[in-house]
């Protein structure tokens, strides 16, 4: 069965920094895009950044540019976002998310980051 656990969330104050982790098991990581996806309280989900199979090119969000960073070690299935700089907006869940066309798309449980000082 195929499994993503994330972990690294938490509680920091602004202009801070985390690394978040998603690690897949069952699962082709080599050959699915991957991203990370966030919902800020009330709100819908936001694309945060995403990092393509292969070549691993990394795309982002207007909000989190300059600031996230993602990546992927193939050889443990993990894929990371790095957040510095961090901001009370950046308050939200976070979804990691595999995604390879037209197959359906796996998604993590979710882990809670909350900027505040």
């Known amino acids: 069965q195929v499994q993503f656990v994330e972990s690294g969330g938490g509680l920091v104050q602004p202009g801070g920094s985390l690394r978040l982790s998603c690690v897949a098991s069952?699962?082709?990581?080599?050959?699915?895009?991957m991203s990370w996806v966030r919902q800020l309280p009330g709100k819908g989900l936001e694309w945060v950044a995403s990092?393509?199979?292969?070549?691993?090119?990394?795309s982002y969000g207007d909000s989190v540019k300059g600031r996230f960073t993602i990546s992927r070690d193939t050889a443990t299935g993990t894929v990371y976002l790095q957040m510095n700089i961090l901001k009370p907006e950046d308050t939200a869940v976070y979804f990691c998310?595999?995604?390879?066309?037209?197959?359906?798309?796996?998604w993590g449980q979710g882990t809670q980051v909350t900027v505040s000082s």
């Open positions: 998310k595999a995604h390879r066309a037209p197959l359906p798309d796996y």
């Open positions: 069952c699962f082709s990581f080599n050959m699915y895009s």
């Open positions: 990092i393509t199979s292969g070549d691993s090119v990394a």
